[in-house]
């Protein structure tokens, strides 16, 4: 088993967030369970037991995420691992000009801004002690054109040059940078697209045929942060085998 440390996930009660917390917590680490859903995160972290604490939080107000550190128990703290999650596609999967103005905008403030304030509340520990790992939850969308998905793709493709900036301003410290893209994966995020329309939802994963599980994900991030602290896994790109 790695060394035990503090990590802090967004989106934990999410598919992939859950997938997530529960490969830290089966490492040995201790969990914050950053989430808006304050029932869904209250339950999960009851379930995981007391190394999972849960903290309902919006990532998109300001005023939240500057008192993060302030919110989480001294038990739970320093944050070693950082792993920005939270995310959505609400209203998404339709050309840009026939969508709503205040989806797109709520898509770029959830998967961009709100992470860059999670980070900036967490970062500043971390170079602190000269220690840590983020870990950035980008999409294959950030590498490739994909029509009718202009916001989510701007938002993640602002992700992956975040992080890669990120990458290069930290490049003096001990602090490690990763970024993952993943290809399909079978979160609720397609079911929340389509404002819980489970017919849609299906036909959206039946034309592809094949599609990764959470934990697929959560995998790699575990292998990522388990490598020696003198390596640094930029960037994984994570595919179905049927896609390219």
């Known amino acids: 088993m790695s060394e035990s440390r503090k990590a ?20 040995g680490h201790s969990v914050v369970l950053a989430d808006r859903d304050k029932v869904s ?11 999972a604490f849960a ?3 919006d990532i998109t107000n300001a005023d939240e ?7 989480i128990p001294a038990t739970f703290k320093p944050i070693d691992i950082l792993v920005n999650n ?20 709520a898509i770029v403030e959830t998967n961009l801004i709100g992470l860059m304030r ?6 500043p520990g971390m170079v602190e002690r000269n220690s840590g790992d983020i870990v950035n939850m980008s999409s294959i969308n950030a ?35 990763i970024e993952l893209n993943p290809g399909l994966t079978k979160t609720n995020i397609i079911l929340t697209r389509y ?16 599609a990764m599980a959470p934990e697929d994900i959560a995998r790699s991030i575990m292998f990522a942060i388990n490598e020696p602290r003198h390596v640094q896994i930029a960037q994984i790109v994570i595919l179905p085998v049927n896609r390219y």
Request: proline letters at 3%.
């Open 143 to 177: 590498l490739r054109l994909i029509p009718d998905m202009a916001p989510y793709s701007a938002s993640k493709a602002g992700v992956h040059m975040l992080t890669e900036t990120l990458r290069g301003e930290l490049a003096g410290t001990n602090i490690r940078v």
């Open 8 to 27: 802090l996930v967004t989106g934990a009660a999410g598919g992939m967030g859950r997938a997530i917390c529960k490969a830290l917590l089966n490492a």
């Open 195 to 210: 404002r819980g329309d489970r017919e849609k939802e299906k036909a959206y994963f039946d034309q592809f045929k094949m």
């Open 65 to 71: 995420t500057a008192a993060l550190l302030d919110s």
């Open 118 to 123: 999670v980070t900036r509340a967490i970062l």
């Open 55 to 57: 903290l309902t939080l």
């Open 86 to 105: 939270a995310g959505h596609d609400i209203g998404g999967r339709v050309p840009f000009v026939q969508g709503s103005a205040d989806d797109w905008a």
């Open 41 to 51: 995160v209250e339950t999960f972290a009851s379930e995981l037991g007391p190394k």
